[in-house]
């Protein structure tokens, strides 16, 4: 009997496997795929975008730091471009930052981070048996066994802990009725193209180049192409190839033809004609589209030896990238879990604690989204929302897992009530966002630089985040005063009769932002 089978080897299964080898050496972990390695680079798996956790987690935690060095690219932010097409790209509404923040995050290859990863814990001892099918899985308190198909037959594992790290095929969730509706309804396409698209090349104008530090570097951000219910991504790789997909609400995706590579081309053509032009003439790697995309679970843990991870769990939306960040939240908690009880722990009340600080930092990002859809395309709103879901993010959410506070009860406790009152401000300015949202609003285009990089309170979350001095228990309720203080002016500069008036306070928290925010 193994200790630990994991269902699944692509991100989420590999990742845990290499965290449990590093807490556990002594665990005998099976990895089992039905993917052949090594995978496909460029169109292995799409969720090539990560932010400040999902690396933190890699890089950090896992101790991926070479890897990422030597093969991913280093993301400068996230880039948003409002308004009706430009004759010149240079007249669009640009939202995003002139020089990057101090904590790199990273546009990556999955093909290549997965092969990287199956080889890292495959030396680890880890076992890792590819091109095989799931048939079928028994969960009991006594034992969990996984039966597969493949070139060696059927066999049937049995081990102490499963782990659905599957995906979409939702093992664990279908075999004991865990689905949940999220509430959030979207829709998606995406496919890969054999071209480096560089952004930057959409305008020659000197002015628009010179707005960023470092000229020529637009095309390495996760760059959005915004609109009403909807957005489009194009994301650099590594390897020469570029991926773009298309994102929408109902109401954005009944309105378009998605059906094929080519009905999307035109849809591009109308609506981002720089965009496609891009693509004309390049080969089309791969396309899948997906209705419905998000889902919510029921019950992510049990001390009864059971635990998923990934997609197999919940899945909240694309935008922001949060994928590899709930990757990191899920790994974290099994992780601890599967530590304790080989220990010989009682892990019973961890693994509800556990289930309802994930189901929370969940209902938070997806809080994000919910409803706001429509006003996707509305420069005003955005670049409020931008900067008020990245102060919230990094001011709580990384807070918590840049210094390791998850995973410790006691010190979570502490933390009940600001962590309270973060989510009730949170939820107040969401409701905002989603009144704003209903317009569905779409301002002229103005050419107007939105740079989040001279918002005060971003700068010192940031280095709060990097200080390896800092007391959780100390900086969460200081942050948490900051973001209620931050809220005032974010609903304030939502409302239509909002004046370019800026009082001192305001000035501490967002700097001029105002000016450019209402313009």
Request: hydrophobic share 40%.
């Amino acid at each position: 009997m193994r200790d630990v089978i994991i269902a699944g080897g692509g991100l989420a299964g590999l990742t845990l496997a290499k965290q449990l080898k590093q807490s556990k050496p002594e665990l005998d972990i099976l990895v089992l795929e039905r993917n052949t390695f090594p995978v496909p680079e460029k169109t292995a798996k799409v969720g090539e975008s990560t932010v400040e956790i999902g690396s933190r987690y890699l890089k950090h935690t896992l101790g991926m730091q070479t890897h990422f060095d030597e093969r991913h690219l280093r993301k400068h932010g996230l880039r948003c471009f409002f308004g009706e097409p430009q004759a010149d790209f240079s007249q669009q509404d640009e939202l995003g930052v002139s020089e990057l923040f101090g904590i790199p995050t990273y546009q990556i290859d999955r093909g290549a981070i997965e092969n990287q990863l199956k080889a890292s814990v495959t030396k680890q001892g880890v076992g890792v048996l590819d091109g095989v099918t799931t048939q079928h899985i028994e969960i009991s308190d006594a034992h969990k066994s996984v039966t597969v198909n493949g070139e060696q037959g059927t066999q049937t594992f049995t081990g102490k802990w499963l782990v659905d790290a599957a995906g979409r095929q939702a093992l664990i969730k279908n075999q004991l009725a865990l689905h949940k509706d999220s509430g959030h309804k979207g829709n998606a396409l995406w496919f890969r193209i054999d071209r480096q698209v560089k952004l930057d090349d959409w305008s020659t104008n000197q002015d628009w180049q010179q707005r960023i530090k470092e000229p020529n570097t637009r095309w390495l951000s996760t760059n959005h192409l915004m609109g009403p219910g909807y957005w489009v991504w194009v994301i650099p790789l590594d390897n020469g190839a570029t991926s773009f997909g298309v994102v929408m609400d109902d109401q954005a995706f009944a309105e378009g033809d998605f059906s094929n590579v080519e009905s999307t081309l035109d849809w591009l053509r109308q609506h981002h004609p720089k965009c496609a032009e891009s693509i004309e003439g390049a080969t089309v790697l791969d396309y899948v589209v997906i209705n419905d995309y998000s889902h919510s679970c029921k019950q992510m843990f049990s001390e009864q030896g059971w635990g998923l991870t990934g997609e197999s769990g919940v899945f909240a939306d694309p935008f922001y990238s949060p994928g590899s960040d709930f990757i990191a939240f899920n790994n974290t908690f099994i992780n601890q879990l599967i530590c304790d009880s080989a220990a010989g722990e009682d892990i019973r009340l961890k693994s509800r604690l556990f289930q309802s600080m994930n189901q929370s930092f969940f209902d938070s990002t997806l809080s994000l989204y919910t409803g706001e859809y429509g006003g996707f395309g509305d420069r005003r709103m955005m670049s409020l929302k931008l900067v008020w879901d990245y102060a919230y993010y990094w001011g709580v959410l990384s807070l918590l897992f840049f210094k390791e506070a998850m995973t410790d009860v006691s010190l979570m406790r502490t933390l009940n009530d600001p962590l309270r009152k973060a989510q009730m401000t949170n939820q107040r300015v969401q409701q905002g966002f989603r009144r704003r949202a209903e317009k569905r609003l779409v301002l002229p285009a103005e050419g107007i630089f939105m740079n989040q990089y001279h918002v005060p309170c971003l700068k010192h979350f940031n280095r709060v985040l990097e200080d390896d001095t800092v007391i959780v228990a100390n900086s969460m309720p200081d942050n948490v005063a900051l973001l209620e203080r931050l809220s005032i002016y974010i609903l304030a500069m939502l409302e239509d009769t909002a004046t370019l008036t800026i009082c001192d306070d305001e000035r501490d928290l967002l700097g001029d932002y105002r000016h450019c925010a209402l313009a």
